[in-house]
């Protein structure tokens, strides 16, 4: 158990709509980042958090894509206007200071 | 811009031989290099990181990996497979936090199949 947890585990939405997944890592994991993965494909990075600060967004996939931290602990990713090419896990992971990165079980989206 | 190969898509290995799990990477800094192996449907779980120091580094679950930075290699590897090692795996490397603002980037993974 890394202590990361993820919500939902699963979301099925139509194209279209609007869907936001939540993150909750531990109290110790100053850093959260959040990766893609799609099928036969490595995890892809997105963007991270230190604390509540978003230090890097310019890999987001489009501005279709934005991500919080309000408050330095929880993060949710949300994605406005899904498309079905935004079907995939999304992962999100937590980190203590310079150590390894801890994944959560992920978030698997389905755009019908 | 750092990239991670891993040349075998799938492999397959009788349960109790070796594996070994090659990884080769591209990074214009000290590299950070990690093994994750991810079960399906599940998050990925850290084997073992090389941070620095001695190259060859030992993970969970009885693995172990050798870093090469002549030939830009940290292959993985185990002296005897176990039908739970069926999974996928990824190589990843990052930066010197481990991952800072460019995160960790991983390979496309290795499929590992057990013969029993």
């Known amino acids: 158990d890394t202590g990361v947890s993820q919500d939902p585990r699963h979301k099925i939405t139509k194209r279209g709509q609007n869907v936001t997944f939540r993150c909750d890592p531990i109290?110790?994991?100053?850093?959260l980042y959040w990766y893609r993965q799609t099928l036969g494909q490595g995890p892809e990075f997105l963007t991270y958090?230190?604390?509540?600060?978003?230090?890097?967004k310019s890999r987001l996939l489009s501005d279709r894509f934005s991500a919080e931290r309000p408050k330095g602990s929880f993060s949710t990713l949300e994605i406005q206007r899904t498309e079905q090419g935004d079907s995939a896990m999304y992962l999100c992971?937590?980190?203590?200071?310079?150590?390894?990165?801890?994944f959560g079980p992920g978030t698997r989206l389905t755009v019908l | 811009a750092q990239s991670v190969t891993q040349p075998d898509i799938h492999i397959t290995v009788s349960e109790g031989a070796s594996l070994e799990l090659r990884c080769n990477y591209s990074?214009?800094?000290?590299?950070?290099l990690f093994w994750y192996v991810q079960s399906p449907g599940q998050g990925l779980q850290l084997l073992l990181k090389?941070?620095?120091?001695?190259?060859l580094v030992q993970g969970i679950k009885g693995f172990e990996a050798e870093f090469k930075r002549s030939q830009s290699s940290f292959n993985l590897r185990k002296p005897s497979v176990h039908w739970s090692d069926a999974a996928e795996y990824f190589c990843?490397?990052?930066?010197?936090?481990?991952?800072?603002?460019?995160?960790?980037?991983f390979g496309k993974g290795t499929h590992l199949i057990i013969q029993p």
């Open positions: 990074y214009g800094a000290t590299p950070y």
């Open positions: 992971a937590g980190q203590t200071g310079t150590s390894e990165q801890f």
């Open positions: 109290s110790e994991h100053n850093r």
């Open positions: 090389y941070f620095s120091g001695d190259t």
């Open positions: 990843a490397v990052g930066a010197l936090s481990g991952g800072g603002a460019d995160g960790l980037t």
């Open positions: 958090f230190q604390n509540e600060a978003q230090l890097e």
